[in-house]
T-cell receptor, first 113, second 115 residues
Framework: ETGVTQTPRHLVMGMTNKKSLKCEQH?????MYWYKQSAKKPLELMFV???????ENNSVPSRFSPECPNSSHLFLHLHTLQPEDSALYLC????????????FGPGTRLTVL | AQTVTQSQPEMSVQEAETVTLSCTYD???????LFWYKQPPSRQMILVIR??????QNATENRFSVNFQKAAKSFSLKISDSQLGDAAMYFC????????????FGAGTRLTVKP
């Protein structure tokens, strides 16, 4: 247990649905991250979020939108997704953006039909 | 652009033996961090070991050690006395020290431990 939890663990949604992934960290960290993990591909950093600012990876489609209401919670809102968005979505946190070590959650397995 | 390459998609090792996982990376920076993460079948990614580029001494954590060759941009992981619980996907990762948002992972190496 690394202190980072994610819900739901599994999600199946249609392309017209709107859903949200939730991440919560219990480590007192100030920075949180969303990653996409697809089969046989490197992890892709999607978003970095901290108290100070949100930094987006420019290649992330607008159908993904993060929200960080406080330092302990991070959401990833999903709408009108495509089948190629099916993947494992990992949340991570670190003490701050400059801290090198990140702690990961167990992930949400997303399937888009 | 910084890239991280793991040339071994799969590796296997006999229990109690030693195995080395390779990783190379590309960067124009002199200061950065390197990591090995382990992802067991339960999927939770766990930090195995980390190395600061400015340190010449290779990092060690119990049975895990690295061979960091900065000039060659190589960062291999050695697992000694392999245990069944070491079976997992292993990811090599790079993080820039100057760009906090530049975190890159390799494609991973699946390690199987044979009893």
């Amino acid at each position: 247990e690394t202190g980072v939890t994610q819900t739901p663990r599994h999600l199946v949604m249609g392309m017209t649905n709107k859903k949200s992934l939730k991440c919560e960290q219990h480590l007192g960290h100030n920075a949180m991250y969303w990653y996409k993990q697809s089969a046989k591909k490197p992890l892709e950093l999607m978003f970095v979020y901290s108290l100070e600012e949100r930094v987006e990876n420019n290649s992330v489609p607008s159908r993904f939108s993060p929200e960080c209401p406080n330092s302990s919670h991070l959401f990833l809102h999903l709408h009108t997704l495509q089948p190629e968005d099916s993947a494992l979505y990992l949340c991570a946190s670190s003490q701050d953006r400059a801290t090198d070590t990140q702690y990961f959650g167990p992930g949400t397995r997303l399937t888009v039909l | 652009a910084q890239t991280v390459t793991q040339s071994q998609p799969e590796m296997s090792v006999q229990e109690a033996e030693t195995v080395t996982l390779s990783c190379t990376y590309d960067t124009s920076e002199s200061d950065y961090y390197l990591f090995w993460y382990k992802q067991p079948p339960s999927r939770q990614m766990i930090l195995v070991i980390r190395q600061e580029a400015y340190k010449q001494q290779n990092a060690t954590e119990n049975r895990f050690s690295v061979n960091f060759q900065k000039a060659a941009k190589s960062f291999s992981l050695k697992i000694s006395d392999s245990q069944l619980g070491d079976a997992a996907m292993y990811f090599c990762a790079y993080r820039s020290a100057s760009n906090n948002n530049d975190m890159r992972f390799g494609a991973g190496t699946r390690l199987t431990v044979k009893p």
